[in-house]
């Protein structure tokens, strides 16, 4: 997990190095901007995939620790 | 007197036991038994029986009036006495008395005179010796008592006696005097085959002369040797009963007695009222702990749903600026690049009339050459 969980870090920098490629163009290249937006997206999306897979994994863990409150 | 020749004498009646008599003065003795079938006859001289306590065997004894008289000592059936004397035939019936000439209690100097002896006796057997003694066991519960019910014994045994759920057999026996012997031998027997965990052996207070049972020999080898811990409530004189100090424990009353056994009860209870204290505590200490642990996890749960808001909002944000710099977005929109000398043309400045231009649309690119420049 935690090797994921730095994977979704890791595609958090990724997206900011994007951003940051585009914020500091002065030239337009489409067809590299091109490139960048679809990296762009891909990457959102597999974080957006792996945020959801963090949200559940942490109601889980919610639950459980409820369940164990109850026992005491 | 002369010689004569005893074997061939043929000795009237009279004569030979006025003989015997010369012999029997001179077996002066003291001899120890208890006094039987006595009585007094019209010239006011005793007649009693000696009994051996032993074995039975009997002496008869004759106290004159006057020798009574000094000796102090009021004769009683069922006493035990020491009498000092001689025996002799009285020719009248050819019976022999044995004739006192003193008798004293075989208490006090005689009493504790035998006493010691049999007290040295039973400690070089290793009888008393505190090896040997059982500890009383903990939380006893079946208890049996050997004591007399006349008297306050019983009533302050139980009264004193916790209710821990002991089971209590009591078997009342004599404990006074030397005839309680047999009693108590009774009584120790029967216990022997029952299942008790401990055996209580109670008399009330009284002389040392009541207390001759429990100096008895056969008596304090059974407690001794009895399968189950003796507790002795005999009561302390100077000198400790042999049956007292033969027993495992040995205290000086029945209250005393009857506190020994609840002991350990008692104790028990004292200790668990602590550890209700102590799980009380623990368990308030455990429920600040979970609360701790509580705030804890709501601080860390809020803080890792902050955590998430925020990766989100960053995705969010992240997506709209790549759709807003999309060029195929912007193509598609009506937007155009166009291009002079491979340059993005941003100002009227980049074109030169009669130049290429090339204007990238959404789905191609169209050639051009510049006729004119407003600017």
Known sequence: ?72 | MEEVDVAEKVFAISEFITLLNIGLKRSRAKVIGEVCEMKTGPSGHIYFSLKDEKDGSVLSCIIWKSSYYVCGVRLAEGMKIIAQGSPQIYAPTGRLSFIAQTIQLAGEGELKKEYERLRKKLEMEGVFSLERKRPLPQYIERIGVITSMKGAVIADFSNNLKRFGFKVQIIDSRVEGQSAVQDLLTSLNTFKKKDIDALVIMRGGGSLESMMAFNNEILTREIAGFPVPVVAGIGHHKDQPLAAMAADISVSTPTAAAMLVSDSWQRAVLLLERYEQITVRRFEDIMEIKSNMQEFLRKSFSGFEALLLKVKQNLKQTEELMNANNPERQLRLGYSISLCGGKVVKSVQDAKIGSDLDIKVSDGTIYTKINKING
């Open chain 1, 1 to 72: 997990m935690a090797k994921e969980k730095q994977n979704l870090n890791k595609s958090l920098k990724e997206l900011g190095e994007i951003t940051s490629w585009f914020d500091n163009q002065k030239e337009v290249d489409v067809e590299e901007g091109l490139k960048k937006v679809k990296e762009a997206v891909r990457i959102i999306k597999e974080s957006k995939e792996r945020l959801k897979e963090v949200e559940n994994e942490f109601e889980e863990i919610k639950k459980e620790i409820d369940l164990e409150g109850n026992d005491y």
